[in-house]
């Protein structure tokens, strides 16, 4: 069945349509990470914070505090339904049964539960927090998250009228099917929805993904989304994210088992998990120093996630790293999952699947035909590629509006560890607009682990 997403809009209710409809509402590394929080870290007590990145928007003035509070409440009353704890048990991810295990699975229906929060209103922006064990605050980031920004969505709903959401779900619609249309028929193109904790609503990230799966056929690998997988029939898609690496540095006694801690993460998540879960996620502190002080056996994990760091650097630099430690970078896997749109996936496609002849540059791929003309490339790839497409596939409103503001431009809102047993938690990134913690704890680690390879690049979303 088709929603008519202008009329649900034009009559909005609450009690039809909660933000949070499932705990499986979230992307599938959240699963991963609580079962190995769950297993090695149980009594670890960690605060996440949230973040407005763009604080010239007073997102305080958009959205209804009280109605914050009423959907926030919401989630804490849900619980883990049968047929989704059946899901996890019995499906197969990433090619293997049970990677949830049984004794995971009964806590997660009996004990399992969200954490308090802590709300405030200051000068226009909304702090958040959740304190407690770190198995009952890490669920919280994608769930409010994805609130926070259906929220806005909703308070500039309320600004249009049916008409005008008539117009405004005309244009998405009309720029998601020019982005399809471009990638159909790409041979060897992979791709998979990222895009929970920043979609547009949760209706549209399903209209999307349904979209998607319908008309790239293969080349849709799945969705990070875990109860639109479960809904759908659709692969789960993720492994891990920052926060693990955070909280292990966090935890470090001396600057020498800082610098250790990013490695250490990587040999306590393969003794949890094996095969194509162990994709590392090195840009926490820097990629080139990760690479540069990692040790031989990291060489063998099956691939890397680019997340903000420029892809096309990335990945020349991952494939130079495996080939100086005598691996096959064709056998490897690259994720790029950092602001990508549709030019983006085309050009990675191009530049690391088949080799571009001499004079062709990678942005020169415009459609599925180009990579199909052999006077541009020849199919002999580089490394084997993915896309993790997130905020620009399931919140790209730009342009779509007819009262012609940018209230349904997407912002960057995030929600990280912000201290781990009272220390407080710090991210460097690749990028300097991207660092988190306190300034004096973001120049130690800085002094610790160096910034080479780090740029400054503007923030999308």
Not at 312 to 332: C, H, M, Q, S, T
């Amino acid at each position: 069945m088709i929603i008519d997403l202008a009329e649900r809009a034009h009559n909005h209710n609450w009690e039809l349509d909660p933000v949070i409809r499932s705990l499986l509402d979230t992307d599938f590394y959240k699963l991963l990470m609580l079962q190995f929080i769950w297993k090695h870290f149980p009594k670890t007590r960690v605060e996440f914070s949230l973040l407005n990145r763009h604080s010239a928007i007073r997102i305080a003035d958009i959205v209804n505090i009280e109605e914050f509070k009423v959907q926030l409440q919401h989630v804490r009353g849900l619980r883990f339904r049968k047929s989704e704890l059946v899901w996890l048990a019995g499906n197969t991810f990433y090619g293997r049964r049970g990677i949830f295990e049984p004794a995971f699975l009964e806590w997660l229906e009996q004990d399992f539960r969200l954490s308090d929060y802590q709300l405030r209103v200051i000068d226009g922006q909304i702090h958040l927090s959740f304190n407690g064990n770190w198995t009952e605050t890490t669920m919280w980031e994608l769930y409010a998250l994805a609130i926070l920004d259906e929220l806005k969505t909703r308070a500039h709903l309320k600004t249009l009228s049916e008409f005008g959401l008539d117009i405004l779900y005309a244009r998405a619609k009309t720029k998601l099917w020019s982005k399809i249309e471009r990638l159909r028929g790409v041979p060897e193109l992979s791709l998979a929805d990222f895009g929970t904790r920043r979609r547009h609503s949760f209706l549209w990230q399903e209209y999307v993904v349904v979209a998607m799966a319908g008309n790239l056929g293969s080349n849709f690998i799945g969705t990070s989304n875990a109860f639109l997988a479960h809904k759908h029939d659709l692969e789960a898609i993720g492994t891990n994210a920052h926060e693990i690496p955070m909280v292990m540095a966090a935890l470090a006694s001396d600057d020498e088992s800082l610098k250790a801690s990013q490695y250490c993460v990587l040999e306590l998540w393969q003794q949890t998990y094996e095969g194509a879960l162990r994709v590392m996620l090195p840009d926490t502190f820097g990629t080139t120093q990760f690479l540069a002080g990692a040790p031989e056996w990291v060489a063998d994990w099956t691939g890397q996630r680019v997340d903000s760091k420029d892809p096309f650097v990335a990945g020349d630099e991952y494939i130079k790293w495996l080939k100086a430690r005598g691996r096959n970078p064709r056998e490897k896997l690259l994720i790029a999952s950092d602001t990508v749109d549709v030019d983006i996936i085309l050009a990675l496609h191009a530049y690391f699947t088949g080799n571009i002849a001499p004079g062709i540059k990678p942005f020169a791929f415009r459609s599925a035909a180009d990579f199909h003309d052999r006077k541009k490339w020849t199919a002999e790839r580089r490394i084997r590629l993915s896309a993790g497409w997130g905020t620009l596939l399931t919140n790209d409103f730009r342009g779509c509006n007819p009262n012609a503001d940018d209230g349904f431009d997407p912002i960057s809102l995030i929600c990280k560890v912000s201290s781990v047993e009272g220390r407080p938690a710090v991210k460097l990134s690749d990028n300097y607009s991207k660092a988190l913690g306190l300034p004096s704890e973001i120049e130690r680690y800085r002094r610790v682990f160096g910034t080479a390879g780090i740029a400054n690049v503007p923030l999308i979303a």
